[in-house]
């Protein structure tokens, strides 16, 4: 099998499994009991927080954990809630629907929701934004990569302008971590989701990064873990797995990047070879590991099933709308006619790959579209 689909969910990385396995077998113990074993899981709750926060630059205590990438978005949107005296929020057009859906519900409790269109290459500008922000802005929320086409963002200078304006700023980092490096003594962000599963963890976790003073509210309450703002028995494994694999997907960074590049730049090298094709989103402003072709006169859908056939897994858009049939929001807002759209299939790389796979796994594009447009 040649897995291309490693945006939806990446393999669990041996040191994450290696992490979390203690918390699913010997100690089974909650980490608010106070005996032995109960402090052995809390300690291991507060590894992981040192880990994660080292990771991404904070402080232990701006790391909240939750159930993942959706969570920590949502977490993020609602807490503009809190902003008193202030009903707007700015988003963008090609945000992943945990953001989106979470402004849409903004918008019936009130809330002014703008959504800025990005240009042809799937960027989100920042005078587009600075141009939005007026004295009702209680948050902006753009994120760093785009899920479907990979594009980065300008968070330093959207983040720059926020509190240049005294707007909270949060950015969906859940596709950029282990491309770019993310240094929150460095950008003005105050908000930040990650997903453990897209990273080496272990599906249903993740975190909110929230800078010390901006203002956070729970979406679940309860027992008052994660300090009051995220209630609920923590999923110590694998929170213990998120912090071991962000510490191993950001150590080397620069090495990995660069490997990923190399064999990302070979799969958009191969498939340009394939007639009536293109590229989708910028070419150089995307993470390392995303490609996103559309062909002409091809069924997507149809497409991702033959190369499942032939051992090949990839996506049509991304894993949450895939499968739904609806053309791709993102690819919509860059002005895609509707031959592109149907005919798109997204390929996301990791380390594991090899070029041995890009080669063969462009080959068998190149085939499974001369059969569908020949048939
Ligand atoms: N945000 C982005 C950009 C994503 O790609 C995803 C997952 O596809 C999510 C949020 C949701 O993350 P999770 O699957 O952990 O809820």
Redesign the pocket.
């Known amino acids: 099998m040649i897995y291309l689909d490693n945006?939806?969910s990446a393999p669990v990385n041996p040191k994450a499994l290696a992490a979390a396995m203690p918390f699913l077998t010997e100690n089974f113990a909650n980490p608010s009991s106070v005996h032995t074993p109960g402090r052995a899981a809390s300690a291991a709750l507060d590894k992981a927080r040192e880990q994660c926060a080292a990771a991404l630059g904070t402080l232990p205590e701006e790391i909240f954990f939750t159930?993942?990438?959706?969570?920590s978005?949502n977490m993020a949107v609602f807490s503009a809630l809190g902003i008193n005296g202030r009903r707007k929020i700015i988003t963008s057009a090609i945000e992943?629907p945990?953001?989106l859906n979470a402004c849409a519900e903004l918008s019936r409790r009130g809330f002014d929701v703008v959504r800025i269109m990005p240009d042809g290459d799937g960027i989100v500008r920042s005078e587009y934004v600075a141009a939005a922000i007026d004295d009702k802005t209680a948050m902006v929320s753009v994120?760093t990569?785009?899920?479907e086409i990979g594009t980065l963002q300008p968070i330093a200078e959207i983040g720059a302008l926020c509190r240049e304006r005294g707007v909270y700023f949060h950015t969906?980092a859940?596709?950029a971590v282990g491309s770019i490096p993310l240094d929150m003594r460095k950008l003005p962000v105050d908000m930040l989701?990650v997903?453990?599963?897209?990273i080496g963890g272990i599906?249903g976790a993740?975190l909110l990064y929230v800078r010390k003073g901006s203002p956070v509210l729970p979406l679940i309450v309860g027992g008052g873990q994660e300090r009051g703002i995220r209630s609920g028995t923590e999923n110590v494994a694998a929170i213990a797995a998120l912090g071991a694999a962000i510490a191993d997907i950001t150590a080397d960074i620069t090495r990995r990047a660069e490997k990923i590049t190399r064999l990302r730049n070979l799969l958009i090298e191969r498939l340009e070879m394939i007639p009536n094709s293109r590229l989708n989103g910028s070419r150089t402003l995307r993470i390392c590991s995303n490609v996103n072709f559309s062909f002409g006169n091809i069924d997507g859908e149809a497409l991702v099933m033959s190369l499942d056939l032939m051992g090949v897994c990839v996506s049509t858009a991304?894993?949450?709308s895939a499968g739904k049939q609806r053309r791709s929001h993102v690819l919509t807002a860059l002005g895609l006619s509707e031959n592109w759209l149907d005919g798109t299939v997204r390929l996301t790389l990791s380390e594991n790959n090899t070029e041995k796979d890009i080669l063969a796994a462009a080959d068998i594009i190149a085939e499974c579209t001369a059969r569908q447009r020949s048939g």
């Open positions: 945006a939806s159930s993942g990438g959706t969570e978005d992943h945990a953001v994120m990569a785009n899920n969906d859940v596709q989701s997903s453990a599963h897209k599906k993740g991304s894993a949450c």
